[in-house]
């Protein structure tokens, strides 16, 4: 695809995905790749610009990442963001120093006349993460913006197309943030923003129906977004020549495993097989309660239905994976082909008898696969679906995994969803979710004693699920939350409301 393109070299700072998720929201293309990266394959991707993210070292440190000056030279616009912007300042001959005490958070700047800074308020608020600054400017290059502490927050050679900023444009703490990307793409790098997900859908599917042509594709349907977004993408290319294979587990959330038929069989069309399991697995369960006993169990059993499906399908060309960028970006190099390491498809290639992976979605973003959903008809309850874990409502069940607790655990966990959406709080909230506790407590309902597990709902706020705060949901819901389930669920006589973050917890509680 002839898109045009900005190279981000990742120099290992915490917003790296972030700043190319940005630059792909102003709908510019771009690629994420180690600093390292060799300067000719750099000339031979060819892009309208290149930024330099930030990173956690000094350049003057032994073993800090550099760059080839060569790259300053090809003529190629560059942005260079916090470390980045160091690396300039060192690698043009200009000087870093090193600071008493670090400048962290929303920071007093003020922008002076900059093709980068275009329409900003000249008094402005920024973000700022750092030690080292620039202390000197090479030579040739201009001061554009300062703050209290930081002399050369911004510095440029426009003339040389090389920009430097101190802060990070792209957090949403920096007031104005978006706009110098958007300038940096528009105005320095002439950008045409050619990159969006109608694009992106009508590229795809005319490649995909060129490439699947005549041949026989498999998919592993979970309910997740991936997966349902790369089937619904490939199914629009191949039709009835793509089969998707759903496994039934019974460890779905209430409504699921039924919105999975009516979405894909029935309004799409798709050919779907549907493999009801779910006595097998409660059979297999039984007893078990330790956690990590319970996700091998289950991914085992999952791929043996899987096979035992595939076998019955035969020989196929191609297996459809729903592998998405950070996971190419996370595996490494982003070159070689990964397949996710999600227990309940990771091990799908070695029982599938198939000639080729196709992955429609390793380019992009969580989000843009999303929006790629919105374009293909796919509902928002499919396309803005939470993160589930694999191994399902089995792992919010601490201890043995029994119908009659799968059952209140659906329904608590149906209430809850629906408390929050009505509150206008599932965009904010990351994933929230009902949890049955093994812990029993004494209850009383009309003059009778009640002995029931008690409840747990839990929802947090994250970016990236590595780490989560809990989320401060208005107690007025979680009354309404409350008085629901034990009003509505059968064995429900106590709920508690978790209130801690990640770390020192995790967000599933097993
Ligand atoms: P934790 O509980 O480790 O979860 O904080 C982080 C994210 O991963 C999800 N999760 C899983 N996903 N298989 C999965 O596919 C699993 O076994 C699994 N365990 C946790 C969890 O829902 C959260 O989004």
Redesign the pocket.
């Known amino acids: 695809m002839a898109h045009e393109k900005i190279l981000v070299l990742d120099f290992g700072g915490q917003y790296n995905q972030l700043i190319a998720r940005r630059v792909r929201e102003n709908g510019v293309y771009c690629d994420l790749w180690p600093y390292d990266t060799d300067i000719k394959k750099i000339r031979e991707y060819n892009p309208i610009g290149i930024i330099f993210t930030g990173g956690p070292n000094s350049v003057y440190e032994d073993g800090a990442p550099h760059i080839d000056p060569k790259i300053l030279e090809l003529g190629i616009p560059v942005l260079g963001i916090c470390y980045g912007c160091q690396l300039i300042a060192y690698t043009l001959g200009g000087k870093v120093a090193h600071a008493d005490i670090r400048e962290y958070g929303r920071i007093e700047i003020e922008y002076r006349e900059s093709q980068i800074f275009k329409t900003l308020k000249e008094h402005n608020i920024c973000w700022m993460s750092h030690t080292d600054y620039v202390s000197e400017v090479p030579s040739g290059f201009q001061i554009t913006a300062k703050t209290k502490t930081c002399p050369a927050a911004g510095f440029e050679d426009p003339k040389r197309k090389i920009y430097g900023i101190q802060f990070h444009p792209e957090v949403h703490h920096t007031a104005e943030g978006n706009k110098i990307l958007r300038n940096f793409l528009y105005e320095v790098c002439g950008a045409s923003g050619d990159w969006t997900m109608s694009n992106f859908v009508a590229e795809q599917v005319s490649l995909l129906r060129e490439k699947l042509k005549g041949k026989k594709v498999l998919c592993a349907m979970s309910g997740g977004v991936d997966s349902a977004v790369a089937a619904t993408l490939v199914h629009r290319a191949a039709g009835n020549n793509l089969t998707c294979v759903f496994v039934d587990h019974g460890l779905l959330r209430k409504g699921e495993a039924e919105e999975v038929v009516e979405v894909f069989r029935n309004k799409l069309g798709m050919n779907l097989i549907k493999a009801d399991v779910r006595d097998r697995f409660l059979e297999k369960l039984k007893g078990v309660c330790e956690p990590e006993k319970k ?1 091998k169990i289950i991914g085992e059993e999952f791929i043996k239905v899987f096979e035992a499906e595939a076998k019955k399908i035969g020989s196929v060309d191609y297996l459809v994976q729903g592998t998405i960028y950070p996971d190419v970006i996370e595996s490494g190099k982003g070159a070689s082909a990964v397949i996710k390491s ?3 498809v990771g091990g799908l290639p070695s029982v599938v008898d198939f000639k080729e992976i196709v992955e429609p979605l390793r380019d992009l973003f969580k989000d843009e696969v999303r929006k790629v959903g919105t374009e293909l008809g796919l509902p928002d309850s499919v396309v803005q679906r939470q ?5 399902g409502l089995a ?1 919010r069940i601490m201890g043995e995994v029994t119908e009659e607790k799968l059952q209140t655990l659906r329904d608590a966990d149906y209430i809850f969803r629906e408390e929050i959406a009505k509150a206008g709080l599932n965009q904010e909230v ?2 929230y979710f009902a949890v049955i506790t093994s812990t029993y407590t004494v209850g009383v309902m009309g003059d009778a004693r009640t002995y029931e597990p008690v409840i747990a709902l839990r929802a947090v706020t994250s970016v990236d ?2 780490t ?1 705060d809990w989320a401060h949901i208005p107690y007025e819901v979680l009354e309404r939350v409350s008085n629901r389930i034990v009003n509505e669920v059968a064995h429900a006589n106590r709920i508690v409301y978790d209130i801690t973050s ?1 770390p020192p917890a ?3 509680w097993e």
């Open positions: 996700r999600h227990h309940n993160p589930f874990p694999g191994p792992i990351w994933q699920a590595m989560a990640k995790t967000i599933e």
